[in-house]
């Protein structure tokens, strides 16, 4: 047995040993008298590189177009990942330029990540665009944030004649009419986002809370025993229920923020870090102190589909 001399070898034996010596030590053969395994071996190699490459060329395709990529990123939103979407939006748009669709995740990130001022700079550019609905929501939303849930359900309702049967949108523009005051307005939309979405979280806390300001008790009950909802749930909507009807509305209230101290609604704090179990108010994040909330949707979130609460009522989606 005798180690190949690389200088002597032909010039496929030394493609073979150049690509091999980026993975291991060194390559030993047993002599020149079986180069044809060695021509074997080098073709295999050239067959493992070509496909690996062909993989490579295949999973960057998965991201290879502006569509692909805007999935990937809401993908993220729906888990959360608020801040690194960010990141991916600076990619995004730094490859196929600034679009509607961007503006709208990034508009969904800045929200839920505490920058409420760049938030409502990025939805106003989404008024006369195809994402005009995500933008009067999106400022809806924010209003909501900070108390203003008479602005909050004007914006809604922009936004509702824009996309009618959207009923994340319908549940978010009920509560915060509730949280208005205006009472009676809630009941359509409330009552369009359950049978729109029955499965929603949000949609059948939110049609609980009416039914228990406006003293059916009995119906509330049904309906929160038919849906399975856990007890802090339950105490979490009659609480809400309770300090409502006892104000009339809400509106001139500070809304409840990520660093508030005091539980909203006078919810005991003991329920503020689960997010099922006050979905009525906005909630604090999991990164305590950073800004980020976790809801999918501020004045909307759903609890369904990303645990978020009810903010006055994300993602989206966040998922706005």
Not at 234 to 239: F, G, I, Q
Not at 294 to 309: D, H, Y
Request: glycine share 6%; net charge positive.
């Amino acid at each position: 047995m005798k180690t190949l001399d690389f200088c002597t070898c032909s010039p496929v034996v030394r493609r073979v040993l150049a690509f091999a010596s980026a993975g291991v030590a060194a390559l030993v053969f047993t002599g020149c008298a079986s180069i044809k395994d060695q021509y074997a071996a080098s073709a295999d190699a050239q067959q493992r590189m070509a496909a690996e490459a062909a993989a490579d060329t295949k999973a960057g395709a998965t991201v290879d177009t502006q569509a692909t990529y805007l999935k990937l990123v809401e993908q993220m939103q729906k888990e959360d990942l608020w801040f690194a979407s960010l990141a991916h939006i600076d990619a995004l748009e730094r490859r196929w330029g600034v679009s509607p669709e961007s503006t709208r995740v990034r508009a969904d990130a800045l929200r839920q990540t505490g920058q409420a001022e760049a938030a409502e700079t990025a939805y106003k550019r989404l008024l006369a665009t195809p994402q005009e609905s995500a933008g009067y929501r999106g400022l809806g939303l924010l209003a909501g944030a900070r108390g203003h849930y008479a602005e909050a359900v004007q914006l809604l309702k922009q936004a509702q004649r824009r996309t009618p049967t959207d009923a994340l949108l319908l549940s978010d523009l009920g509560y915060a009419s509730l949280r208005a005051g205006q009472i009676e307005e809630a009941r359509l939309p409330l009552m369009q986002a359950l049978q729109l979405q029955p499965d929603s979280k949000q949609a059948q806390a939110n049609v609980a809370l009416y039914l228990e300001i406006t003293h059916q008790q009995e119906q509330a009950t049904s309906l929160m025993d038919a849906n399975r909802m856990p007890e802090a749930t339950r105490a979490a909507v009659r609480a809400a229920a309770l300090q409502m009807r006892a104000t009339g509305s809400s509106a001139a209230r500070p809304p409840f923020t990520a660093t508030s101290a005091s539980a909203p609604n006078g919810v005991s704090t003991t329920l503020r870090d689960d997010p099922a179990s006050f979905p009525l108010a906005l909630k604090p994040a999991r990164w305590a102190g950073m800004g980020g909330m976790r809801t999918a949707n501020q004045l909307n979130p759903s609890v369904s589909t990303a645990g978020t609460p009810l903010s006055p009522n994300p993602t989206s989606r966040g998922a706005p």
